[in-house]
T-cell receptor, first 119, second 115 residues
């Protein structure tokens, strides 16, 4: 079963507007972490924001915020005041907290959303 | 260096040859990951090392793929008898811990092209 689902293969947004990138996840664990990464055309992976499953407040980092709705298992990324430099691929990822005595805390990524910011 | 270092940055090889890709994680990071990213696609998990625990190899696509890590240092991903479908960027990442909240720091990747 797919653990991380990003249903928007591509999105357009006008410069200076806000945009929401969707992410839903599937886990039976109580302890897990959710991440968003940005990958511009240069290929580097840039960490944006993290939300722990026990965090009561939605995570925020500058213009990025994570709309965490635990009951709905969604972790949408909100980018406020979009800039041209925000044009990139965005990946949602999850790490579960289980450990079966081995190293099982792998980070699983969604398929990504390609965001294009238009002037 | 301060970041995750991968080599080679580019590798072109002929079908059937073996290749080795190297990853030097950030010093002190106990967790190390390998991912594969085909052109225009997402990151496909390959293998995960956490300290001295047995690695999670559940993402390795076939027995042609193997990886080793010496302690908490360098890791090598080996692909034997390469096939054209192995062409991809291979990304290595490390994190300070293997805990739920450990942020991954990525290298710039090794781009493999199999002719």
């Amino acid at each position: 079963a797919q653990k991380i689902t990003q249903t928007q293969p591509g999105m357009f947004v006008q410069e200076k507007e806000a945009v929401t990138l969707d992410c839903t996840y599937d886990t039976s664990d109580q302890s897990y972490g959710l991440f968003w990464y940005k990958q511009p055309s240069s290929g580097e992976m840039i960490f944006l924001i993290y939300q722990g499953s026990y965090d009561e407040q939605n995570a925020t980092e500058g213009r990025y915020s994570l709309n965490f709705q635990k009951a709905r298992k969604s972790a949408n990324l909100v980018i406020s005041a979009s800039q041209l430099g925000d044009s990139a691929m965005y990946f949602c990822a999850m790490r579960e907290g289980r450990n079966y005595g081995g190293a099982t805390n792998k980070l699983i990524f969604g398929t990504g959303t390609l965001l294009a910011v238009q002037p | 260096g301060a970041g995750v270092s991968q080599s080679p940055s580019n590798k072109v090889t002929e079908k059937g040859k073996d290749v080795e890709l190297r990853c030097d994680p950030i010093s002190g990071h106990t967790a190390l990951y390998w991912y594969r990213q085909r052109l225009g696609q997402g990151l496909e998990f390959l293998i995960y090392f956490q300290g001295n625990s047995a690695p999670d190899k559940s993402g390795l696509p076939s027995d042609r793929f193997s990886a080793e890590r010496t302690g908490e240092s360098v890791s090598t991903l080996t692909i034997q008898r390469t096939q054209q479908e192995d062409s991809a960027v291979y990304l290595c990442a490390s994190s300070r811990t293997g805990g739920v909240g450990g942020e991954l720091f990525f290298g710039e990747g090794s781009r493999l092209t199999v002719l």
